[in-house]
């Protein structure tokens, strides 16, 4: 892993992305931590021409984006569109909102309406990709949804943005996942997993948990990752989302990149 191929999700800065100028202070200071290029999710309204000013200013690259599942299933040519203007190849499906994970019907068409969303963007040269949490390690019929979902789509149209944090959390291993999409894992979520005073899994910042990051790096480059994506939900250092970027950035930058 090389350090431009880290990326920060900004879902992590969500509370201070609420105004293009807000965005643009934030923006800055995610440079400032280390990082060169930013998956773009949690922002208040900007037009892409105004985004890409800021983001070309301060040296950044748009990774990959999350967008809305409803948009992505019913509405994926708006999806090309952004992409485009945003120079990105790849965005994700970001949650199944609405998808009743007990009915094995309601799966097998989300994975079908994943796949025909897929296709469209393929056919503009673009990357559909699923992330995931640790709902899809629910088993319907002894077989696990994110199983499911991969085996019932086509790699061509649907590919992977594993989260090790959630993979963890439901019971999974991320190295095995890794392996298991190799060839279509061209995203990585790197959140770490820890123990809080209560004994609850908690998100806590790259290299203060319990996951093996060595381990998960290589089996991603051997999947052909492209993209490692820090992302922190909550529980920052100080309360603080840039301190917690920050301190993921450096633990990456002195024990994982090249």
Known sequence: ????QVAAQLYTIRDYLKTPSDIAVSLKKVRECGYQAVQVSG???IEERELMKILNGEGLVCCATHESGDTILNNPEKIV?????LGCAYTAYPYPSGIDFSNPAAVHDLA???NNAGKTLAAAGMVLTYHNHNIEFRHIDGKAVLDIIYDETDKRYLQGEIDTYWVQAGGACPVEWCRKLAGRLPLLHMKDY???SQS???MTEIGSGNINWRTIVDAAEQAGCTWFIVEQDSNW???DPFEALKKSYEFIRGNLCS
Not at 1 to 4: F, I, K, P, T, V
Request: net charge positive.
């Open 200 to 202: 609850q899994g908690v």
């Open 43 to 45: 922002m208040g309204p």
């Open 81 to 85: 569109e952004r992409l485009h203007k």
């Open 237 to 239: 250092i100080n309360n």
């Open 194 to 196: 820890g123990v809080n």
């Open 112 to 114: 079908k309406r994943l």
């Open 1 to 4: 892993m090389r350090a431009d």
